[in-house]
């Protein structure tokens, strides 16, 4: 006879997830770090005689319409990918922050004035603050980084105002009023980190949301400048290839951009679980 | 369902931007005419071997100064309106593209010299020039200065727009934005042009003329069934519909310039022609454009598209000649090199800013530019392109801030050169518009093109409009790609269709849908 | 006080309601102006959307006269006050570039997104509660591929998952949905592509807030009476993990519009997604703004279903059914942090701030 | 199953206090045929008293539980091996045991519910299948293979739990008569209108007077003991055959106490098999046919049990286990002290769901002076804690004003209270929910050591070890974190926490509520300790008259909201 299944799922599931997605987290810094290690290649090397090959023993992932090593390209678009990713979840999130402890802690016309604020923010689709900034600024990674932060930092606030007002009332910051603690404190050192722990999570799957928004702007032709091997870039030109057969253009930066969110996230997940279970252990 | 039960119902998907007005006469570009050619006629047409036919005119005659030309017009043709067609219809409408509230830009830019249309009799119309003009007939041949009921004028622009009224094979039934345009027969059509099999009403009741964006969606429609012709189709799509019963493709050069690129003169690099020459040196165009494009079209030399009269070639001109561009580039200066390879001179990258509009290129348009920047990087230049949405684009043209820039350019004549190379091109319009380009301003040049223009006996313009391309290609400001094309693919349930050779757009009057 | 407490709460209930509407108002307004600013912040002239979209060869005159016509030859402000004036009559002008009032224009375009929007919504928020109890119930196998494929599933971009559906939907099975129809049908792989991201994002954060809530006493208690695991998930876990998914379908429903440019696109369906970005695109400004306003409108009562659905799942965010004092440990509480004045107990039902605990 | 008439149920329960008052014991209570379920027709044939174990024929002994060498651990640590245990319709089997021994690990583990991570094994687990023929027709389910279906076959309709956890046992966001609509929805043949009613019937049942009120409130407006109640409603509501009841009566007052004592004891006579876990000997003894301790893993005969006579008046001192302690109510403090907390006519008023509003706290006026115990009192739902909450500033007053050495403390900002937080200490009544959930013990300690200065475990090793040996709490708990503890061990941590910030002023909400006398009176002495070194001065809120008596140097008694000096 064994515990319980519901709770046996989060306790007992070993941490090969934890291990793996730290390696496959390591594989992709270190290609972004120096892609030339893992692929020697130029991204940018044209080949037309080589074009559109399926993968094979010469191209294992295959090649695009001008005959560039799609493995090649891939490896050295991690930087781009990542850049965005991390740096727009690290805007969304900062200002997500501020923003959602404001309403949340501060007096009330400033949750109020907050609140209007995000509803602002909200009324523009994303898409469409991302356009705007790309109209003011031109397109690249760092507009894209920008336009992508901007536009998640709405969601961010909310959730974290959410969060920090339950935590906020909770006995445990009751408890923490009792032994005297300033609200910086209490902000610092109970409602920050319950709120942010979850919302780690969130961020890691921001980074993955992050690298498919760019590629959305690439969809629309306002991406990365090509040739620029970014993953979302990569993405968006293979699609067009994929109804004629050539599916490997957008199934390989699409596993890419997966496998980088999905580590991630499991990475995060995998994090948390330690140190909730340190206690029990 | 739709087809089974209802095959008098054609269903076409364009790729092509959706028009914000259905009069061609106001603006004027490629999806008002494609569009526009189903309801709305010329005075003149081609006919397969590219020669002008009549249409709606059945001659012309160009008085002896060339200063005006009297068109004899056909007899007993109403508009779907009930308006008859006549000399007065003519004249309102030249009057109404001329109107600055239209705001037409290709129409009255091609009729630029026509001062005045005088109804001399009730059939003959007196279109009075400002100077002779050789290219007026080509002029008329086109979609953007076709023939509407003036009593649809009087409606009001806006209202025009929503329903323009001509004497074409069908009738603009309703407009859902966003959706499509539904067109339904014209009962009593009676003006074909002069080549066409069907002399009578078409078969088809009505066309659902669908704006499908997405080049994939629309392909996918069309494999589904869900439409029965597309146009703007993809490079591979259209190889791979060569090898399938069940679809056929049709293809036109579309008349005008050719896909180019065309390099600003008025600063550095490009201001050197040696640079210019070495830039066009440099780019391997054969394999690219073969493998980009699937075979579905041809490298290009010329400067005008191959369905236009008196295109010539400069296949020894435009070829792939690396040690040669870096001979000239060192030539020119461009002596050091930085750690990327990339030519410097005194400190100065040797960058081309390379504007692209995602509107108007395609994508393999794009990757065929990533590959002219590669090879070009090979040789020092270090092309960076753009993608930019249209108005950013235009901005950048209009405030001449670029190196190299792809604009089409469609005009159903060899004149088509003066429009887009002679400098009166370049001074921006209040838009920002121009024509030209290249900035370049050379009298030699205007004063052949001026002269061409002027001619309308061929054996007289044919050698001027050689010269005016031999001397265009001479400065290095242009490099041609390929045919601007006009590419469609459709059910072979289709039968009877055909792109009309004036401009290459569709038309439906012979059609019918097998089943 | 204490007499005087029902006739307060009315009071407060209608002051909060004032507040409500006012932030309605002020939201608008805020969205007006930003775009008013941003559009014209960014390079294009909007003359030439008058005039026959860029790259129009318009005369100077006619140039001149499109500018005065449209008052933009006037200072920015000045243009700024009519405008204002005339949304507050709710004139929205006419499209430069459609040439049709922007209401008429909107109102055609708004149903078929909202619509689409709702659709995607409900469904994804049917495959999150599908596949979170799933995972509860499947064990450690079910949680882990659930997991996993909300992950997947938040990072696949729209784009991509419409191609895919269209290659399997309609070039490999040949039905007719490649592009959208009117009627239900036409709407599946629409909402489908929508609904898979949103679904993935609201799966994640059900979940995260399903941990926490699995090893409440209460949810052992529920055990211990015989609940089964379909029983806990639908009376205990999905209530207190649904709270913060809610809190985020407001952010969703921007996803969606957002989602909806791209979708609409690529199924060609008319939709306000497209229209706006058509506009943004050739700077039609009187349609970029009209379009806004609609959207915030929306947005605006999308917020505020959201906060209600909050507060009825989660009855302690309303700070105790209009009570005139705080909740326990709420946000009226002299344990809470913030200046007590501000946060005296007269403050403590206006419904702003939900003063809930987790 | 037949479905129960509201009022025979009510009816049934009258007669059963009558005739307990009448005989004065609940023994050799007449078969009056009221078995709780239809289907236990030889419940009447159980009684209470010396007839322990019947013979193994007779079917009325047939267990209605029984396993044989339990064994649980916690990723490798074994809490009790080797546990045999039955459970006999008609009998009530109480566990005793020191803090933290695995009696609440043992009892949620009869229900398959033992906890995260935990695992059990056991060489025989069974329980009988409830049928509609005699007993012995019926079916042992065998647990052992722990299927989940079993279980939920098994749980609220054969077995019903009474968590320890009661205060955070009801789902918050749902009300009291939700909870108890599903606890009672499997039960077949209610008809939807009558639910309400039985709900209601069994809140009274339960003890809680007025049930209807408390239906449409959500366990966050209700006070410790009300919640106790509505949870052990939850638990009969299906009309188990095993009660399986972890502290049940550890936030009630005595006569409540006794209420819930007595439902025990009649639903054995109804032929419910009871195992009550507990602290508090002088209930177990009232109830029980049979006690056994649980310590050191294993489950051992207590003594020769039953060892006390029912008896509501048995002093502490008598009892065996625990060490005794003067009962005397301590002498007052010699020369009278400075007075460091006033309250000065202090009100508190909540308005629940219908709009009744509830006084909880009614003009309440207490001097508490430096080195000075004044106990609170009175029935589960009087004011205690609410009055502890307006004391630490938790809870605004509707009117009267508290002054902390003399100076104003509240109404006031708590910018204002701030500096003045370091004095005032609180022992929470719900223990678990005022931990921070991501921090081990150690952090919790190490926090209120270094007065919010860090969390790490490490920097202070000795303060920490010091103040888990101050409250004989093991020193490995430090790496734990609060909901993986006993109820005894959070409410020492709490304890523990509380005084590591060394407060003037201490108020202990139900501090020792959970915990076995022998802990208490560690706990006790500690206090008395710290009061005498430090003048500390303490407002104990307890249910426990006894215990009250013991530390305080006067008592309050709180009822309806409103203070009274207690006899
Ligand atoms: N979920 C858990 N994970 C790890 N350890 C646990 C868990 N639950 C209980 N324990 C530990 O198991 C031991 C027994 O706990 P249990 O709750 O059964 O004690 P108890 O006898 O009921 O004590 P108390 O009288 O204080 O309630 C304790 O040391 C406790 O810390
Ligand atoms: N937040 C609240 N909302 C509504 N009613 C409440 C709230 N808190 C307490 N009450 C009610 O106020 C009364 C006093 O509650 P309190 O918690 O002070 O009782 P107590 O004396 O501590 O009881 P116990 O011994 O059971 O813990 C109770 O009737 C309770 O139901
Ligand atoms: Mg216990
Ligand atoms: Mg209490």
């Not at chain 2, 002027?454 to 290609?473: E, F, M, N, T």
């Not at chain 3, 004092?325 to 501000?342: D, H, K, L, M, Q």
């Not at chain 4, 109510?329 to 219908?354: D, M, W, Y």
Request: net charge negative; charged share 20%.
């Amino acid at each position: 006879m064994t515990a319980q299944p519901e709770v046996a799922v989060r306790r007992r599931r070993p941490d090969a997830s934890l291990w793996i997605s730290a390696a496959v987290l390591f594989g992709i810094v270190l290609a972004a770090l120096v892609p030339s290690l893992l692929a020697p290649g130029d991204p940018l090397a044209i080949d037309p005689a080589e074009a559109m090959r399926p993968p094979g023993p010469r191209h294992p992932l295959g090649t695009d319409e001008s005959g560039r090593d799609l493995l090649t390209r891939i490896v050295h678009g991690t930087r781009a990918s990542l850049v965005i990713g991390v740096a727009a979840t690290a805007i969304g999130l900062g200002i997500g922050i501020v923003f959602g402890a404001a309403a949340a802690l501060g007096p009330r016309w400033l949750d109020w004035g907050v609140g209007r604020v995000l509803e602002v923010g909200f009324a523009f689709p994303g898409i469409l603050l991302a356009l705007l900034v790309i109209a003011l600024w031109g397109p690249g990674v760092v507009t894209s980084t920008i336009a992508v932060g901007l536009s998640t930092a709405p969601g961010y606030a909310r959730v974290v105002r959410g969060a920090m007002l339950g935590v906020r009332a909770s006995a445990y910051v009751e408890a923490d009023v009792v032994l005297g603690r300033s609200r910086r404190h209490r902000l610092v050192h109970t409602i920050l980190p319950n709120t942010l722990a979850p919302l780690f999570a969130l961020a890691t799957l921001g980074l993955g949301q992050a690298i498919v928004w760019a590629s959305a702007l690439a969809f629309l032709g306002l991406g990365e400048p090509p040739p620029s091997p970014e993953w979302g870039a990569l993405l968006s030109a293979g699609r067009t290839y994929l109804l004629t057969g050539s599916w490997w253009l957008t199934v390989f930066p699409g596993t890419a951009i997966v496998v980088a969110a999905v580590a991630a996230t499991l990475l995060g997940r995998a994090l948390q679980r330690r140190t909730r279970q340190a206690g029990t252990a | 369902s739709p087809g089974e039960t209802e095959r008098t119902t054609l269903v076409y998907a364009t790729g092509d931007a959706e028009p914000s007005c259905l009069d061609p006469h106001v603006g004027g570009n490629w999806p008002q005419a494609l569009v526009g050619n189903q309801f709305v006629e010329s005075l003149f047409s081609r006919n397969d071997g590219g020669e002008i036919i009549p249409w709606l005119a059945t001659g012309a005659s160009e008085a002896d100064d060339g200063l005006s030309w009297d068109i004899a017009l056909r007899e007993g043709v109403t508009f779907t309106d009930g308006t008859p067609f006549d000399a007065e219809a003519v004249r309102a409408n030249v009057e109404h593209l001329k109107d600055p509230a239209t705001a037409s830009s290709t129409g009255v830019l091609a009729l630029g010299k026509v001062e005045r249309v005088v109804a001399v009799d009730e059939h003959t119309a007196r279109f009075e020039l400002s100077e002779p003009d050789g290219a007026l007939i080509e002029s008329l041949a086109q979609t953007w200065t076709g023939m509407m009921s003036p009593a649809g004028f009087e409606r009001g622009i806006d209202e025009n727009c929503q329903a323009p009224i001509g004497t074409g094979p069908f009738i603009v039934e309703s407009w859902q934005p966003q959706d499509s345009i539904t067109l339904v027969r014209n009962d009593d059509y009676a003006s074909p042009p002069a080549d066409a099999s069907n002399q009578g009403p078409a078969h088809l009741e009505r066309i659902e003329w669908r704006f499908i964006p997405d080049a994939a969606s629309r392909l996918a429609a069309l494999q589904s069934g869900q439409v029965d012709v597309i146009d703007s189709v993809q490079p591979d799509a259209l190889a791979a519909f060569g090898d399938d019963d069940a679809f056929s493709t049709a293809t036109f050069a579309r008349p005008g310039v050719t896909a180019r690129i065309e390099l600003n003169t008025t600063r550095a690099p490009f201001e050197d022609a040696t640079v210019r020459e070495a830039f066009a040196l440099s780019m391997n165009l054969d394999p690219a454009i073969d493998s980009l494009f699937a075979g579905t079209l041809d490298r290009s030399t010329s400067l005008l598209s191959s369905s236009l009269p008196f295109a010539a070639s400069f296949p020894d001109r435009f070829v792939y000649d690396p040690d040669r561009a870096n001979a000239l580039l060192d030539e020119a200066g461009w002596t050091a090199r930085g750690a990327d390879g990339i030519r410097t001179r005194d400190g100065e990258r040797l960058t081309v800013a390379f504007p692209v509009s995602t509107n108007q290129s395609i994508p393999a348009e794009v990757s065929l530019l990533e590959q002219i920047a590669a090879t070009a990087a090979e040789v020092g230049f270090d092309v960076r392109l753009e993608l930019l949405d249209l108005a950013t684009w235009y901005e950048r043209s209009g405030s001449w801030e670029f190196d190299a820039i792809i604009a089409p350019y469609s005009k159903s004549s060899p004149d088509v050169l003066r429009t887009v190379y002679h400098s009166m091109g370049i001074p921006p319009a209040p838009s920002g518009y121009h024509a030209n380009n290249t900035g370049l301003s050379d009298p030699a040049l205007d004063a052949l093109l001026d002269e061409a223009s002027q001619a309308s006996d061929d054996a007289v313009r044919g050698p001027l409009y050689g010269q005016a391309q031999q001397a265009i290609a001479e400065t290095g400001m242009v490099i041609p790609l390929y045919d601007q094309m006009v590419q469609l693919a459709y059910s072979t349930d289709v039968q009877g269709f055909r792109l009309q050779p004036q401009l290459g757009t569709p038309t439906f009057l012979d059609v019918t849908i097998g089943r | 006080m204490v007499m005087g407490s029902a006739v307060s709460a009315l009071g407060g209930r209608l002051r909060a309601l004032a507040l409500r509407l006012f932030g309605a108002v002020a939201v608008i307004w805020a969205v007006v102006t930003v775009t008013f600013l941003a559009v014209r912040a960014v390079p294009g002239d909007p003359v030439l959307a008058i005039l026959g979209g860029p790259g129009s060869n318009a005369t100077p005159e006619a140039v001149e006269q499109a500018r005065a016509d449209h008052g933009l030859d006037q200072p920015l402000w000045l243009q700024y006050v009519r405008y204002l004036g005339r949304v507050a009559v709710f004139d929205l002008g006419d499209s430069y570039d459609l040439r049709r009032p922007v209401t008429a224009i909107v109102g055609e375009q708004l149903p078929p997104t909202l619509g689409l929007a709702l659709v995607a919504l409900v469904l994804a928020w049917t495959l999150a509660v599908a596949f979170s109890w799933w995972s509860m119930r499947g064990g450690r196998v079910a949680w882990a591929i659930a997991s996993f494929l909300e992950a997947v599933g938040t990072v696949l971009p729209h784009f991509w998952i419409a191609t895919v559906l269209i290659a399997v939907f309609a070039v490999s099975l040949g039905l007719p949905v490649a592009v959208s129809r009117p009627g239900a049908g036409g709407l599946i792989l629409p909402a489908v592509t929508l609904a898979i991201p949103v679904a993935g994002f609201l799966g994640q954060v059900m979940r995260e807030r399903m941990l926490d809530t699995l090893e409440q006493p209460f949810v052992v208690a529920a055990r211990a009476r015989g609940l089964g695991d379909t029983q806990v998930y639908f009376r205990h876990v999905l209530r207190h993990a649904a709270v913060p998914a809610v809190a985020t379908t407001g952010w969703a429903f921007g996803s969606l519009v957002s989602g909806a440019v791209v979708v609409e696109t690529i199924f060609a369906r008319p939709g306000l997604g497209r229209t706006l970005l058509d506009a943004v695109m050739i700077r039609d400004v009187p349609l970029v703004c009209g379009a806004l306003i609609v959207v915030a409108i929306v947005y605006v009562l999308v917020t505020l279903a959201t906060e209600l659905a909050e507060r009825l799942l989660d009855p302690r965010i309303a700070g105790g059914a209009g009570a005139v004092e705080p909740a326990p440990g709420g946000a009226a509480g002299p344990g809470t942090p913030g200046p007590g004045s501000v946060r005296g107990p007269a403050d403590a039902h206006a419904p702003i701030t939900p003063a809930g605990a987790p | 199953m037949v479905a129960h008439g509201v009022p025979r149920d009510r009816d049934r329960r009258r007669r059963g206090r009558r005739h307990a008052a009448r005989s004065g014991t609940a023994a050799a209570h007449p078969a009056g045929g009221h078995g709780v379920s239809a289907e236990t027709p030889d419940a009447s044939a159980t009684t209470r008293g010396n007839d322990r174990m019947l013979a193994a024929g007779d079917h009325a002994a047939r267990p209605a539980l029984s396993v044989r060498g339990l064994e649980i651990d916690f990723n490798g640590r074994t809490i009790v091996r080797g546990v045999d245990l039955d459970l006999v319709p008609g009998r009530v089997l109480a566990i005793v045991g020191p803090s933290g021994a695995g009696k609440s690990v043992t009892a949620r583990a009869l229900v398959g519910l033992a906890g995260a991570g935990a695992r059990v094994r056991a060489d025989r687990f069974e329980m009988l299948e409830r049928g509609a023929e005699g007993r012995e027709a019926r079916r042992a389910i065998d647990l052992r293979s722990g299927r989940d279906r079993d279980w939920r076959r098994v749980r609220g309709r054969l077995a019903g739990l009474v968590l320890q956890d009661a205060l955070v046992a009801l789902d918050p966001l749902r009300t009291v008569g939700r909870e108890l609509d599903e606890a009672m929805g499997r039960l077949p043949g209610v008809p939807k209108r009558e639910r309400r009613a039985r709900a209601a019937a069994l809140l009274e049942r339960a003890g809680l007077d007025d049930p209807a009120a408390y239906l449409g409130r959500r366990a966050d407006e209700l006070s410790g003991g009300q919640r106790q109640r509505a949870l052990i409603a939850t638990a009969i509501a299906q009309h188990p055959d095993i009660v399986i009841a972890d502290e049940p009566t550890a936030s009630l007052d005595r006569d409540t106490r006794d209420g819930v004592l007595e439902l025990l004891r009649e639903l054995a006579r109804g032929g419910v098999a009871v195992l009550l876990v507990s602290h508090d000997l002088d209930a177990v003894g009232r109830v029980a046919d049979e006690v056994r301790e649980l310590s050191d893993g294993g489950l051992r005969e207590a003594g020769a049990a039953p060892v006390l006579p029912p008896s509501a008046s048995a002093p502490r001192g008598a009892q065996a286990v625990p060490a005794p302690r003067p009962t005397q109510p301590r002498a007052a403090a010699t020369s009278p002290r400075p007075v460091v907390l006033g309250v000065h006519g202090v009100s508190k008023a909540f308005t629940v769901p219908g709009g009744r509003r509830i006084q909880a706290v009614d003009d309440a006026r207490l001097n508490l002076r430096a080195g000075e115990t004044v106990g609170l009192v009175g029935a589960s739902g009087s004011g205690k804690s609410t009055l502890g909450r307006l004391i630490l500033g938790l809870e605004r007053p509707d009117s009267g004003t508290i002054e902390l050495d003399g100076r104003s403390w509240s109404p006031a900002t708590e910018a204002e209270r701030r500096p003045m937080r370091g004095a005032v200490g609180h022992v929470p009544q719900d223990a678990l929910s005022s931990f921070d959930p991501r921090r081990t013990v150690g952090a919790i300690l190490a926090d209120a050591l270094s007065r919010g200065a860090s969390r790490s475990p490490r920097t202070h090793r000795d303060g920490i070890e010091a103040a888990l040996d101050e409250v004989a709490l093991s020193r490995d708990l430090a790496t734990r974190r609060p909901l993986h503890l006993s109820g005894g061990q959070r409410q020492r941590v709490a304890i523990a926490r509380a005084l590591a910030a060394e407060p003037r002023v201490l108020v202990c909400d139900e501090a020792v509520s959970a915990l076995d006398p022998a802990s208490t009176d560690g706990v006790l002495d500690l206090l008395e300790g710290l009061q005498r070194e430090r003048g500390l001065a303490l407002l104990f809120i307890s249910h426990d008259p006894l215990v009250t008596a013991q530390i305080s140097h006067r008592t309050l008694r709180m009822a309806s909201g409103r203070l009274e000096s207690a006899p």
